[in-house]
């Protein structure tokens, strides 16, 4: 491993920022896809802050004498085998499906990033240790891990988040590790550690900063792998249970009725979910364009 | 190369505890499963008495220790128990599915290589014009989609309304049988054994799911590809090439694109080994008789020795994925070595 | 063109490859539809012996298929035009006859003298005691079912002579000669099975799992489980008329949506076991059979371990609180037969049968008022993975109506692997659905397995001692037995008051047919592909 070509950020936070927010801004107007991406994430977030009182019915509430009704004026989305309006049940969604790639991310954002500080930080048989346990879950074929785990421990939405969390782990993990492993006698730190900061203080507060905007690049791409995951673990029938509205289980229900024509039972939420996993997508790559310069011409 | 093959003994003995640890996981996780694999197939109206004899029979009712004893005694000779979903053993039935979903993958990605590295590289090479955007959105809409939507999306358009894709049964059409196996690929079988028509048959089989598994992974591709170019670009190497009057073609495809391959290569190693586990979904609407599937219903059933068996094959592919990939490495960048990491 | 792989069809004979080649698409369909059915079903065969231990339950029809039984039951229409097995009829399959002695404890058949095994040996006697034997003894599923008939230890099987089998009882019972009839004692050419027995396998159990050894109308050609099963007709079948058609292609294909598709294109002519639903709309384009399950509900199971159902004012609550039309028309699509609303004074003993209970908020509330849980409670609702299709639209009517009665439910999936184990063997599922069917269509048989304290299908841990000497008293009596009527009218009477288990509808058993026809149901529930014709 050599050197790392960039300098690292330091602490000097006042000119960084301003320097940062001329640059955020420059991007932002020469790239208008990460701007969409933005304005997307802002709607999505508001969504899914006021969505049940956007949704114009209860979406838990069935209909039979209504069932599988096409998109019409007073059903904007149709209804389904039930009778509920999937309008609204598409806006209600949208917050447990953002809470459950949210929280999941989180979760395996903290445990990655402490246990790949300190493995990298410290080196010696931790850092060999921890490796060899990554190599075994990553060893995992990932999908069915997380499946074994939901089934394991019930379908119930914690769960989906844990096993969502722990197939993760290992990326975060890995990514802190390299970040924090080439910095660990960096010039600045022998400083810091000279001028008698702990070596928590030093791994907090001058290393792992360090490691943050790659990490956020990961963050940002895992959200959408995240609502993904539950989504295919839904398809399997081993998702959030019912009735509570939910992406995923929305798409691999309805995906049964689009072959009798009922093709918006599947095709809303899948757009839904197309355009949240899109949206995170896009944010990350257009936060690595923001934080990773270099890639910029 | 002496010091490569010793590195590569060293890296296989480094995987060694790598497995070892997956099977001792995979053990702990079937049997965390709930469900009661004894009662589930005792079968309709079966009493007390007759689960009890199942449970002896399939060895459940001696302690987990004692189970896993068993296990990895059957393991090291080689036998990976028997299936109790399809009531074969389980090494038969990974070796005969293993080849379709190998085949279903590797199709995939190099149809997304085909795609994917050359919208890279143009996207690189022209950064932030329409069709940088363009591709950006193009790739990263094909992986926002759920690969199981997509297949029952592409399933109905082109098969039942358009009647242009064979039915969506498996790997063959019913008027076919499977080319004599040599490699268990059908398309490589087919065309040992000169058979034109079964080769069209299963090509045309492939390319729906094919297709639905490429949209899946051209943005990680792409994406790879547009970042190694650019950094491979910026470097200082093509600056000097660029001023010494070399043609941009030049530059551009010689030099910056092979110095671009090292990270793609890696990113198509991951991209790999995680489609291979991710086509479960691809699998179940295609009625693709390939691992993923298998270890589906297996898990559901609680059918340990099949997910077992599947865990230990990924396990070990990904290992050797790995290897490989480092292997490759050394060849196509031999300035990097093994120590480190 | 030399010997290519390109179809299994062409390899044989030159009368099979004509009959074959048209499947190619390349030449006019109908030559090869009269021959050749292909059908689909979503399930996975994964044992070609009924008998072995971890066999599932679409296997059983590879017993039906390829093996003979002494007896087989009649054939009769059903209202909607298509065929059903006869359980009043029981017509003679290996034997050629049969006597039962006064006392009804000894039963004599006599074999047909022509049958053979596909090896062209001769079946005899023998051959049936081995294959009694080895079902008496295999354990697990086999035996349980055997049992049902009084069939319990090797001695009570008799091969008098190659044409003379002779079955002794311990007490007459109507359920024996049916039982003969179900899949389970089906008999097996013992000389290839012994050939291929080792000591620690006596019954050939490895051997016969993947190479079928029997006398049934067709022969497997091929099996790759999880993908295919194909049959081919055995030419000198004599169980029964020969089959129309040649050979049987059954693929599996896991998804219900892929299914449809394919029968509904006429790609393949039958779809074995459609989702309701598909069931409904393709009647207008091809030709659906749905069949009402005989002996078989799908019910509300209550259970007595859950303190507010030992409340007999809170079963009555929620069965009057359950929307049934909402439900029937939404879960079941109107396919099948409605099990509520039924005339309490009715003098049949036709079953299943109507339940007195109708969806009446108004009772409900009554109901629930009067009981020590007025202001309602939580309680789970279970629905197995496995059969969401019918029990998750069901589970979430239901969970909706009782939420008005201030009945708080949480809906739980168990995946199919705990799903037997937590509702049937523990029986720890307070609010669960429930779909027993028996397979020997009387009412006692029906409440023996799903009233009685302990059996397996008593999901509600429902225990009374009148109904235990009821079901006692009648399970062995001949349904002409004047007692009869009267004992089973009273059980009725007692499952209706307490109800521990909350009739729903009767479901149906659905095929579609897209060029083929013939389809006849049967009680197991699997395809019987013998009177199966192309189009």
Same mark, same amino acid.
């Given at each position: 491993?050599?050197?790392?070509?960039?300098?690292?950020?330091?602490?000097?936070?006042?000119?960084?920022?301003?320097?940062?927010?001329?640059?955020?801004?420059?991007?932002?107007?020469?790239?208008?896809?990460?701007?969409?991406?933005?304005?997307?994430?802002?709607?999505?977030?508001?969504?899914?802050?006021?969505?049940?009182?956007?949704?114009?019915?209860?979406?838990?509430?069935?209909?039979?004498?209504?069932?599988?009704?096409?998109?019409?004026?007073?059903?904007?989305? #149709?209804?389904?085998?039930?009778?509920?309006?999937?309008?609204?049940?598409?806006?209600?969604?949208?917050?447990?499906?953002?809470?459950?790639?949210?929280?999941?991310?989180?979760?395996?954002?903290?445990? #990655?990033?402490?246990?790949?500080?300190?493995?990298?930080?410290?080196?010696?048989?931790?850092?060999?240790?921890?490796?060899?346990?990554?190599?075994?879950?990553?060893?995992?074929?990932?999908?069915?891990?997380?499946?074994?785990?939901?089934?394991?421990?019930?379908?119930?939405?914690?769960?989906?988040?844990?096993?969502?969390?722990?197939?993760?782990?290992?990326?975060?993990?890995?990514?802190?590790?390299?970040?924090?492993?080439?910095?660990?006698?960096?010039?600045?730190?022998?400083?810091?550690?000279?001028?008698?900061?702990?070596?928590?203080?030093?791994?907090?507060?001058?290393?792992?900063?360090?490691?943050?905007?790659?990490?956020?690049?990961?963050?940002?791409?895992?959200?959408?792998?995240?609502?993904?995951?539950?989504?295919?673990?839904?398809?399997?029938?081993? #998702?959030?249970?019912?009735?509570?509205?939910?992406? #995923?289980?929305?798409?691999?229900?309805?995906?049964?009725?689009?072959?009798?024509?009922?093709?918006?039972?599947?095709?809303?939420?899948?757009?839904?979910?197309?355009?949240?996993?899109?949206?995170?997508?896009?944010?990350?790559?257009?936060?690595?364009?923001?934080?990773?310069?270099?890639?910029?011409? | 190369?002496?010091?490569?093959?010793?590195?590569?003994?060293?890296?296989?003995?480094?995987? !060694?505890?790598?497995?070892?640890?997956?099977?001792?996981?995979?053990?702990?996780?079937?049997?965390?499963?709930?469900?009661?694999?004894?009662?589930?197939?005792?079968?309709?109206?079966?009493?007390?008495?007759?689960?009890?004899?199942?449970?002896?029979?399939?060895?459940?009712?001696?302690?987990?220790?004692?189970?896993?004893?068993?296990?990895?005694?059957?393991?090291?000779?080689?036998?990976?128990?028997?299936?109790?979903?399809?009531?074969?053993?389980?090494?038969?039935?990974?070796?005969?599915?293993?080849?379709?979903?190998?085949?279903?993958?590797?199709?995939?990605?190099?149809?997304?290589?085909?795609?994917?590295?050359?919208?890279?590289?143009?996207?690189?090479?022209?950064?932030?014009?329409?069709?940088?955007?363009?591709?950006?959105?193009?790739?990263?809409?094909?992986?926002?989609?759920?690969?199981?939507?997509?297949?029952?999306?592409?399933?109905?358009?082109?098969?039942?309304?358009?009647?242009?894709?064979?039915?969506?049964?498996?790997?063959?059409?019913?008027?076919?049988?499977?080319?004599?196996?040599?490699?268990?690929?059908?398309?490589?079988?087919?065309?040992?054994?000169?058979?034109?028509?079964?080769?069209?048959?299963?090509?045309?089989?492939?390319?729906?799911?094919?297709?639905?598994?490429?949209?899946?992974?051209?943005?990680?591709?792409?994406?790879?590809?547009?970042?190694?170019?650019?950094?491979?670009?910026?470097?200082?190497?093509?600056?000097?090439?660029?001023?010494?009057?070399?043609?941009?073609?030049?530059?551009?495809?010689?030099?910056?694109?092979?110095?671009?391959?090292?990270?793609?290569?890696?990113?198509?190693?991951?991209?790999?080994?995680?489609?291979?586990?991710?086509?479960?979904?691809?699998?179940?609407?295609?009625?693709?008789?390939?691992?993923?599937?298998?270890?589906?219903?297996?898990?559901? !059933?609680?059918?340990?020795?099949?997910?077992?068996?599947?865990?230990?094959?990924?396990?070990?592919?990904?290992?050797?994925?790995?290897?490989?990939?480092?292997?490759?490495?050394?060849?196509?960048?031999?300035?990097?070595?093994?120590?480190?990491? | 063109?030399?010997?290519?792989?390109?179809?299994?069809?062409?390899?044989?004979?030159?009368?099979?490859?004509?009959?074959?080649?048209?499947?190619?698409?390349?030449?006019?369909?109908?030559?090869?539809?009269?021959?050749?059915?292909?059908?689909?079903?979503?399930?996975?065969?994964?044992? +070609?012996?009924?008998?072995?231990?971890?066999?599932?339950?679409?296997?059983?029809?590879?017993?039906?298929?390829?093996?003979?039984?002494?007896?087989?039951?009649?054939?009769?229409?059903?209202?909607?035009?298509?065929?059903?097995?006869?359980?009043?009829?029981?017509?003679?399959?290996?034997?050629?006859?049969?006597?039962?002695?006064?006392?009804?404890?000894?039963?004599?058949?006599?074999?047909?003298?022509?049958?053979?095994?596909?090896?062209?040996?001769?079946?005899?006697?023998?051959?049936?005691?081995?294959?009694?034997?080895?079902?008496?003894?295999?354990?697990?599923?086999?035996?349980?079912?055997?049992?049902?008939?009084?069939?319990?230890?090797?001695?009570?099987?008799?091969?008098?002579?190659?044409?003379?089998?002779?079955?002794?009882?311990?007490?007459?019972?109507?359920?024996?000669?049916?039982?003969?009839?179900?899949?389970?004692?089906?008999?097996?050419?013992?000389?290839?099975?012994?050939?291929?027995?080792?000591?620690?396998?006596?019954?050939?159990?490895?051997?016969?799992?993947?190479?079928?050894?029997?006398?049934?109308?067709?022969?497997?050609?091929?099996?790759?489980?999880?993908?295919?099963?194909?049959?081919?007709?055995?030419?000198?079948?004599?169980?029964?008329?020969?089959?129309?058609?040649?050979?049987?292609?059954?693929?599996?294909?896991?998804?219900?949506?892929?299914?449809?598709?394919?029968?509904?294109?006429?790609?393949?002519?039958? /779809?074995?076991?459609?989702?309701?639903?598909?069931?409904?709309?393709?009647?207008?384009?091809?030709?659906?059979? /749905?069949?009402?399950?005989?002996?078989?509900?799908?019910?509300?199971?209550?259970?007595?371990?859950?303190?507010?159902?030992?409340?007999?004012?809170?079963?009555?609550?929620?069965?009057?609180?359950?929307?049934?039309?909402?439900?029937?028309?939404?879960?079941?699509?109107?396919?099948?037969?409605?099990?509520?609303?039924?005339?309490?004074?009715?003098?049949?003993?036709?079953?299943?049968?109507?339940?007195?209970?109708?969806?009446?908020?108004?009772?409900?509330?009554?109901?629930?008022?009067?009981?020590?849980?007025?202001?309602?409670?939580?309680?789970?609702?279970?629905?197995? +993975?496995?059969?969401?299709?019918?029990?998750?639209?069901?589970?979430?009517?239901?969970?909706?109506?009782?939420?008005?009665?201030?009945?708080?439910?949480?809906?739980?999936?168990?995946?199919?692997?705990?799903?037997?184990?937590?509702?049937?063997?523990?029986?720890?599922?307070?609010?669960?659905?429930?779909?027993?069917?028996?397979?020997?269509?009387?009412?006692?048989?029906?409440?023996?397995?799903?009233?009685?304290?302990?059996?397996?299908?008593?999901? /509600?841990?429902?225990?009374?001692?009148?109904?235990?000497?009821?079901?006692?008293?009648?399970?062995?009596?001949?349904?002409?037995?004047?007692?009869?009527?009267?004992?089973?009218?009273?059980?009725?009477?007692?499952?209706?008051?307490?109800?521990?288990?909350?009739?729903?509808?009767?479901?149906?058993?659905?095929?579609?047919?897209?060029?083929?026809?013939?389809?006849?149901?049967?009680?197991?529930?699997?395809?019987?592909?013998?009177? +199966?014709?192309?189009?």
């Amino acid at each position: 491993m050599s050197e790392p070509v960039a300098t690292p950020a330091s602490a000097n936070a006042v000119q960084v920022d301003d320097t940062w927010l001329h640059h955020v801004s420059h991007v932002l107007r020469s790239n208008p896809v990460t701007l969409l991406a933005f304005v997307l994430f802002a709607g999505i977030v508001v969504i899914a802050l006021f969505g049940p009182w956007i949704a114009p019915f209860d979406p838990m509430e069935s209909n039979a004498a209504r069932a599988l009704e096409p998109p019409s004026l007073r059903h904007l989305f #149709g209804t389904d085998n039930l009778g509920r309006d999937v309008f609204s049940r598409v806006i209600v969604a949208t917050r447990l499906d953002l809470t459950i790639s949210v929280a999941a991310v989180a979760l395996s954002f903290v445990v #990655g990033s402490i246990l790949g500080s300190l493995a990298g930080y410290y080196g010696g048989w931790l850092d060999a240790a921890l490796n060899r346990v990554l190599d075994m879950v990553m060893a995992f074929p990932l999908f069915v891990l997380a499946m074994g785990i939901v089934a394991a421990l019930g379908n119930t939405v914690e769960n989906i988040v844990y096993a969502t969390a722990i197939i993760n782990v290992p990326f975060y993990a890995r990514l802190v590790r390299a970040e924090v492993n080439i910095r660990r006698d960096a010039g600045f730190v022998r400083a810091a550690r000279l001028s008698g900061a702990s070596d928590t203080a030093v791994l907090s507060l001058h290393i792992f900063p360090n490691a943050l905007p790659p990490l956020m690049v990961q963050v940002s791409l895992n959200l959408g792998w995240a609502i993904l995951n539950a989504a295919g673990l839904s398809f399997i029938g081993l #998702g959030v249970r019912p009735p509570t509205p939910e992406w #995923g289980i929305m798409v691999a229900e309805g995906a049964n009725f689009i072959v009798s024509g009922e093709w918006w039972l599947a095709i809303f939420p899948g757009l839904s979910l197309m355009l949240a996993v899109f949206t995170f997508n896009l944010l990350g790559d257009g936060l690595r364009d923001i934080v990773d310069p270099r890639t910029r011409t | 190369m002496p010091g490569r093959l010793r590195t590569a003994t060293l890296r296989v003995a480094q995987a !060694v505890p790598v497995v070892i640890g997956v099977v001792v996981i995979s053990f702990v996780l079937t049997r965390a499963l709930p469900g009661d694999p004894a009662v589930y197939f005792a079968g309709p109206a079966a009493d007390d008495a007759s689960i009890a004899e199942i449970r002896s029979a399939l060895g459940l009712d001696r302690t987990l220790p004692e189970q896993f004893l068993i296990y990895a005694g059957d393991l090291l000779r080689g036998d990976l128990g028997q299936s109790l979903s399809t009531g074969q053993p389980v090494a038969e039935d990974l070796a005969r599915r293993l080849p379709a979903s190998l085949e279903l993958t590797g199709l995939a990605l190099l149809l997304a290589c085909g795609i994917a590295i050359p919208l890279g590289v143009l996207a690189a090479t022209r950064p932030g014009s329409f069709a940088d955007h363009a591709c950006r959105v193009m790739v990263t809409a094909g992986v926002s989609l759920p690969t199981f939507f997509t297949g029952i999306v592409l399933v109905y358009v082109f098969y039942y309304l358009l009647g242009v894709a064979p039915s969506p049964l498996g790997r063959l059409d019913f008027a076919f049988i499977e080319p004599e196996q040599v490699t268990g690929f059908y398309l490589i079988d087919a065309a040992i054994a000169g058979d034109g028509e079964t080769w069209m048959a299963s090509a045309a089989q492939l390319v729906l799911p094919a297709v639905t598994l490429a949209l899946f992974t051209l943005a990680p591709i792409a994406r790879m590809t547009r970042g190694a170019m650019l950094a491979a670009l910026g470097a200082d190497f093509i600056r000097t090439a660029r001023a010494s009057g070399l043609r941009p073609k030049t530059v551009i495809y010689t030099y910056a694109f092979r110095n671009a391959l090292l990270p793609v290569v890696t990113t198509l190693g991951m991209v790999f080994s995680f489609v291979l586990g991710a086509n479960v979904l691809v699998e179940k609407v295609f009625a693709w008789p390939g691992i993923g599937s298998y270890a589906v219903e297996a898990l559901v !059933v609680s059918d340990y020795a099949a997910v077992q068996g599947f865990v230990l094959v990924m396990a070990l592919l990904f290992v050797a994925l790995n290897l490989a990939i480092d292997l490759l490495y050394t060849v196509i960048d031999p300035r990097v070595g093994f120590d480190g990491v | 063109m030399q010997t290519s792989r390109r179809g299994f069809l062409k390899t044989s004979s030159g009368v099979l490859s004509a009959a074959a080649l048209p499947f190619l698409k390349m030449l006019p369909a109908e030559a090869a539809a009269r021959d050749v059915v292909v059908a689909v079903t979503g399930q996975t065969i994964n044992s +070609l012996d009924l008998h072995r231990k971890g066999t599932n339950r679409p296997s059983y029809q590879v017993a039906v298929n390829c093996y003979d039984r002494l007896v087989s039951f009649g054939t009769k229409s059903t209202p909607d035009g298509g065929l059903s097995y006869d359980s009043s009829v029981i017509e003679p399959e290996l034997a050629e006859s049969w006597t039962i002695s006064a006392d009804g404890l000894t039963l004599t058949f006599k074999l047909k003298s022509n049958a053979t095994f596909w090896d062209g040996s001769k079946v005899t006697a023998g051959d049936v005691k081995w294959s009694f034997d080895r079902a008496v003894s295999a354990g697990g599923f086999p035996t349980v079912q055997m049992k049902a008939g009084g069939l319990i230890r090797p001695e009570q099987f008799i091969a008098v002579d190659d044409e003379t089998f002779v079955i002794k009882l311990d007490r007459a019972s109507k359920l024996t000669l049916p039982d003969l009839a179900v899949p389970v004692p089906f008999i097996i050419n013992s000389k290839v099975a012994k050939a291929n027995a080792t000591a620690d396998d006596p019954w050939a159990m490895e051997y016969l799992h993947k190479n079928p050894a029997g006398s049934g109308a067709f022969k497997v050609l091929r099996w790759v489980p999880g993908e295919q099963l194909v049959y081919e007709r055995n030419e000198s079948w004599v169980g029964g008329p020969l089959p129309a058609v040649k050979r049987v292609v059954l693929r599996e294909v896991p998804s219900p949506a892929t299914r449809r598709a394919l029968v509904e294109k006429g790609d393949v002519q039958l /779809s074995f076991n459609i989702p309701n639903k598909d069931a409904k709309e393709l009647a207008e384009k091809v030709d659906v059979f /749905s069949t009402p399950i005989e002996n078989c509900i799908h019910c509300v199971g209550l259970n007595y371990t859950f303190e507010p159902f030992q409340d007999p004012d809170v079963r009555k609550a929620l069965a009057f609180a359950i929307p049934y039309e909402a439900v029937f028309q939404t879960a079941a699509y109107g396919r099948g037969a409605p099990m509520w609303g039924g005339d309490a004074s009715s003098d049949s003993i036709e079953w299943p049968r109507r339940s007195p209970y109708s969806y009446d908020m108004e009772k409900a509330s009554a109901h629930l008022a009067k009981s020590a849980f007025a202001s309602g409670f939580s309680v789970p609702f279970s629905i197995s +993975l496995g059969l969401a299709d019918w029990m998750e639209p069901t589970a979430l009517l239901i969970q909706e109506s009782l939420g008005k009665l201030g009945i708080k439910t949480t809906i739980e999936k168990i995946p199919g692997a705990n799903w037997r184990t937590a509702n049937l063997v523990e029986k720890r599922l307070p609010l669960h659905l429930e779909n027993f069917g028996g397979w020997l269509n009387y009412p006692c048989y029906y409440f023996f397995w799903a009233y009685k304290k302990g059996h397996l299908f008593n999901s /509600s841990n429902y225990h009374n001692a009148e109904v235990e000497q009821l079901v006692d008293e009648t399970l062995h009596l001949a349904t002409d037995d004047p007692a009869y009527a009267p004992k089973i009218k009273r059980l009725f009477e007692i499952a209706f008051e307490d109800i521990p288990r909350i009739p729903l509808w009767q479901p149906a058993l659905n095929v579609a047919a897209n060029g083929s026809s013939g389809y006849e149901f049967w009680f197991h529930r699997q395809l019987d592909i013998r009177p +199966l014709k192309g189009a």
